[in-house]
């Protein structure tokens, strides 16, 4: 994996979960329904491009967030089209994706798909899975749908509800190319290679 992409997505997730702690009985409550996890994760993401010094437009080409620089905007100075209040982009920072059922028909395949299809400097599916106990399996079946030409990996993190009366946050944390499979290691704050389990 290039560096420089993946230290620009180690700094997105070390931030998201720093978010994540700092609202964390905003982020128990979220997770009462579809509703008011989106609600949340929409201000978590604001947060998050605050956090990056970069600007962020919701559902930009059916992206759910695509975080940008000002210089990155198409300028409103064109004379054979009339852009109006819209926002067009020539580059996206972080193209970002969060499923709240990524079993679902549409979910975190269709998502990671998504991602691999968009040019970004980084990309990011945050999502809560239901039929299995680890993200691994996930991690593993994201990566099948990448080949090498896919260079550019994909940070995944893996949420957990919330269980009543522990004060614990618990994600899985996964940088994925075509070539490996990175985990990160909550007890150890770092990201090694990811092994069978």
Known sequence: METQAVERLQEIHRLWLEIIKDS??????????????????????????????????????????????REDLVPKNCCTWNKADTIWLKRIRVAFEHENKLDGQAGGYQEFS??????????????????QESYYPYA??????????????????????????????????????????LKFDPGKASWGPMTEQ
Request: proline share 3%.
């Open 140 to 181: 593993l079946d994201y990566q099948k749908l990448m080949t090498n030409s896919d260079t550019d990996p994909v940070l995944f993190i893996g949420e957990y509800a919330p269980i009543a009366g522990v004060d614990d946050l618990k994600f899985e944390s996964y940088l994925i190319s075509s070539l490996q499979i």
């Open 24 to 69: 964390y009985t905003e982020y128990c409550a979220a997770f009462r329904s579809n509703k008011t996890m989106t609600s949340y994760i929409r201000s978590t993401v604001f947060e998050l491009a605050d956090r990056l010094s970069l600007l962020v437009q919701p559902e930009y080409y059916s992206l759910d967030y695509a975080f940008y620089s």
């Open 114 to 131: 998504h991602l691999l299809l968009t040019k970004a400097d980084a990309k990011v599916l945050v999502g809560y899975g239901e039929s």
